[in-house]
């Protein structure tokens, strides 16, 4: 059976545009690199997605309007987004929960842990490995035809034109089986490249060695540096990504959602030399963790100790991995691979310069340190109560941002002028909307939108159609 | 492996693994919305010990949470809970059994249910042959007297219900103390009731793979109800006896027949279901353990079914007496091996739920919240999450 849309990747955004194309009645060929067990890109680690919402529903706890979306937006980019494609989001993104419900998905109330985000992010019941097994469910029972384990090799592009992909099925065995998959339209979902070391180290030199992908090893940007090559705008710079601080201990890859830590405000971050570098009490966690990864990421080896006493120990998130523990400071500096004397000053400086307050870690408490640089503006208590613990940091890549320029259509542009039948959504384009910075579940809103748009418009290229509709 | 298992050494190994399994889920939590295993997971940082058979317990197989997770194998996190809790869950029905001795009962309960069950039927066959024959046609009485039936089956009966009672004791206090109010007895009733927790969060199980499936939850409820309503059956006719002076054969409206036939077409449609969902299950979740118990309790319950609908449409042949040994048997064999089989799964998962229950309207999870985003100001949300 010929193929009219090609779609390479099997994410969120793969998967969007797959169920809008078959729905738009064209036949639909997914190929995924990953093998099906581990299928889904990022999307399997995901459990949310930020939606504009007029009202709350029941699950979404109070109205979000896409003007103060657009605001949150701006604020943590600092400006750094397309201003267009970045509204055409977050005005989409009112149509995504009806658009997920009606393809299975099922939502559920913000997670122990998340409530900050229960009015602004749908989260999925199950996680994002249940949403993405409902839109796997759907694609097959619309007749897509998922191909797992297969990766594209190859892209054949005219003047901006698609004609056909190289297709390599088991490429992870012994003996991969190549196909040259002529197709009419083509979208490019394949994700990012923070499952590149390599290319990773274009942009952060050799701490890229130092670095734990949150996600898929599957995501080494194949696809993208075959379109760039080919003649595809850039957008964004190498060094842009979602990177958090994550538990030191994480595997390399596909740690996910357990290797986070959320005792930062609890204590102090010491790097290397067992010495502060930024303040911990800066804001609540939630709106802060995104930063952390770079904040690591620019220390020696790339490594921060978050160290805390007995007194917040339960009051955060459960640790996958448990702490190091010991009664002194000097022993836990030995267990850790720190300076005695030197994390004793620093603990000692920290204690002297907190000031008394009432400590409430549900508000912005009056605990902060004075004279103290950097300063600890709140949550700040003398760390004095043994035993003592501590947790590892490393930067964590959860996605990067450099990818293919699209217009409204999601049509790839090459020198400025948007191909006739490529299309792009998902990771691979998320720098349009994402220069900097992150807003906690807005990976899938961009996947979402724009793997529906790409879906339609994909559908509609093959007839010649405006916004895919059949003349 | 020995014939005589270390039962303490697998309970350490079984719920060790529950809780290496439990420290990652709690980190991600995830599943939250899908039943009662991961809100209880969370009120704890420790899952170890009781608390590891508690969850096992309350666990209800559904196996959403394996297809739903970003951990299971080839992860090198191996995550499995429905096949470690299943695991688990099967080795805690042998280490609560009271008295303390039949573990082998467990080990090899497919096959020590069979046999009893074929040798109770050869022992009714035997004892009851040629009995009845020309009597009345229906009468079970003139081929096992009323009296000699109560002497029988209700002293093995008392002891089931009597070892059931101290198994969930041993089980309650693994868990530690609690007390028990109406209002927890209440929510856990239904929860059981409903099976609110087997139904993957409102999606469905997942037995074959990857599609939810309603298929399995109906066909448990058609067990349940159909045992339920043979049982109401049963003390009907025994009240009738007692109380009412009204001693069998019924005519198809008393309530001893109006109870016992839909009772008996749905054990029979609900187990021959389940032995069939069985045959299709993913053999991920599938247990360790080759015992066979799901096996031998699911086909007791279709020979209980089939050999009372058979008695009732076959009741004035000549084929009535040995039909009637063969039922009669195998519901000796089966109130014999009720406190060392499956059948405990429901009042344990009851027993878990009731504590569940309880521990949902007492406690408030532990963790910091950070409030809520408002544009301009912030709420404070409290300490932890309310539950509904």
């Not at chain 1, 991995?321 to 030197?342: S, Y």
Request: aromatic share 10%; hydrophobic share 45%; with cysteine.
């Amino acid at each position: 059976m010929s193929v009219d849309v090609l779609i390479a990747g099997g994410g969120n955004a793969a998967l969007c545009a797959a169920i809008c194309a078959a729905r738009a009645g064209a036949h639909v060929r997914v190929v995924e690199a990953a093998p099906k067990a581990m299928r889904g890109g990022n999307t399997r680690h995901t459990r949310n997605c930020r939606v504009a919402h007029d009202a709350g529903n029941g699950i979404l706890t109070g109205p979000y309007p896409v003007d103060e979306y657009m605001d949150d937006l701006l604020r943590v980019t600092d400006g750094n987004t397309d201003p267009e494609l970045a509204r055409l989001t977050l005005e989409r993104s009112a149509e995504i929960w009806d658009f997920l419900e009606a393809q299975g998905v099922r939502f559920q109330p913000s997670l122990g842990g998340t409530l900050s985000l229960g009015r602004t992010n749908a989260f999925f019941l199950g996680g994002g490995r249940s949403m993405l097994n409902a839109l796997c469910r759907m694609a097959e029972d619309l007749g897509v035809d998922l191909r797992y384990g297969t990766r594209v090799t190859g892209i054949e592009i005219e003047d901006g034109f698609f004609l056909s992909a190289t297709t390599e099925a088991g490429w992870e065995g012994h003996a991969p089986v190549r196909e040259r998959v002529p197709a009419r339209a083509f979208v490019a979902a394949s994700g990012g490249f923070e499952a590149n070391i390599d290319w990773l180290r274009e942009g952060w030199g050799d701490a890229a060695a130092n670095f734990r992908i949150r996600g898929t090893p599957y995501n080494t940007g194949g696809v993208l540096r075959t379109m760039l090559d080919a003649g595809a705008d850039r957008v964004g710079t190498v060094d842009q990504c979602h990177a958090v601080a994550v538990d030191g201990r994480a595997p390399q890859f596909d740690g996910g959602i357990v290797t986070r830590l959320d005792c930062v405000p609890f204590g102090i971050v010491v790097n290397r030399d067992g010495t502060r570098f930024h303040d911990e009490g800066e804001e609540f966690w939630p709106k802060r963790y995104a930063i952390w990864g770079r904040l690591v990421a620019a220390q020696p080896d790339q490594v921060g100790h978050v160290v805390i006493d007995a007194k917040p120990a339960d009051l955060f998130m459960p640790s996958v991995f448990p702490p190091e523990v010991a009664d002194t400071i000097e022993g836990l500096a030995r267990k850790i691979g720190l300076d005695p004397a030197a994390l004793r000053a620093t603990v000692d400086a920290f204690n002297a310069a907190c000031l008394p307050g009432r400590f409430d870690h549900t508000i912005h408490d009056d605990c902060r340190t004075e004279g103290l640089s950097p300063p600890k503006t709140h949550w700040a208590r003398p760390i004095t109560d043994p035993p003592f613990r501590a947790y590892t940091l490393r930067p964590g890549i959860t996605f990067t941002y450099m990818g293919l320029r699209v217009n409204r259509d999601a049509r790839v542009l090459f020198g400025g002028a948007p191909s006739p039948n490529i299309f792009a959504a998902g990771e691979i384009m998320a720098g349009n909307v994402l220069g900097q910075g992150y807003l906690a579940g807005i990976g899938m809103t961009i996947g979402t939108v724009f793997g529906r748009i790409a879906g339609t418009q994909a559908a509609g290229a093959l007839r010649n159609a405006r916004d895919g509709v059949a003349s | 492996m020995t014939d005589t298992p270390d039962l303490a050494a697998l309970a350490t190994a079984s719920r060790a693994e529950v809780a290496r399994q439990m420290q990652i889920c709690n980190a991600c939590r995830y599943c939250e919305g899908l039943c009662a295993v991961f809100p209880a997971m969370e009120l704890r940082r420790d899952h170890a010990g009781g608390t590891a058979d508690y969850l096992a317990n309350l666990c209800h197989n559904c196996g959403a949470c394996h297809y739903d997770c970003q951990y299971a194998p080839p992860h090198p996190f191996a995550v499995n809970v429905p096949a470690a809790m299943a695991d688990l869950r099967e080795e805690s029905y042998a280490r609560f059994a009271w008295p303390s001795g039949p573990a082998m009962l467990f080990r090899r309960n497919g096959a020590v249910v069979a046999v009893l069950v074929s040798v109770a039927v050869a022992a009714f066959l035997f004892a009851l042959a040629g009995r009845g024959e020309g009597g009345a046609a229906g009468d079970f009485y003139a081929v096992m007297p009323h009296g000699a039936m109560v002497a029988v089956f209700l002293p093995v009966f008392a002891f089931a219900l009597l070892a059931i009672a101290m198994g969930v004791r041993r089980f309650w206090r693994a868990a530690g103390p609690l007390p028990i109010t109406l209002g927890d007895l209440r929510a856990a009733m239904g929860d059981a009731i409903l099976l609110r927790n087997l139904s993957g969060g409102g999606m469905g199980c997942m037995t074959a793979g990857e599609r939810p499936d309603p298929w399995r939850r109906r066909f448990h409820h058609w067990t349940f109800w159909g045992f339920a309503l043979c049982f109401a059956s049963t003390a009907s006719g025994t009240v009738l006896h007692y109380f009412a002076d009204w001693p069998a054969p019924y005519p198809w409206y008393a309530p001893p027949k109006i109870l016992g036939v839909p009772g008996g077409l749905l054990l029979t449609a609900g187990a021959a279901g389940l032995i069939a969902q069985r045959a299709r299950r993913d053999p991920a979740l599938r247990m360790a353990s080759d015992a066979r118990m799901g096996a031998a309790f699911t086909w007791t319950l279709l020979l209980l079914g089939v050999t009372g609908l058979a008695l009732y449409w076959l009741r004035a042949t000549p084929v009535m007496g040995p039909l009637l040994a063969v039922h009669l048997g195998t519901v000796f064999a089966f109130f014999l091996t009720m406190p060392y089989g499956k059948f405990v799964h429901g009042i344990y998962r009851t027993a878990a739920l009731v504590r569940h229950a309880h521990e949902q309207r007492q406690s408030r999870v532990p963790e910091a919240e950070a409030p809520v985003e408002t544009p301009g100001r912030a709420v404070n949300p409290g300490a932890g999450p309310a539950r509904p």
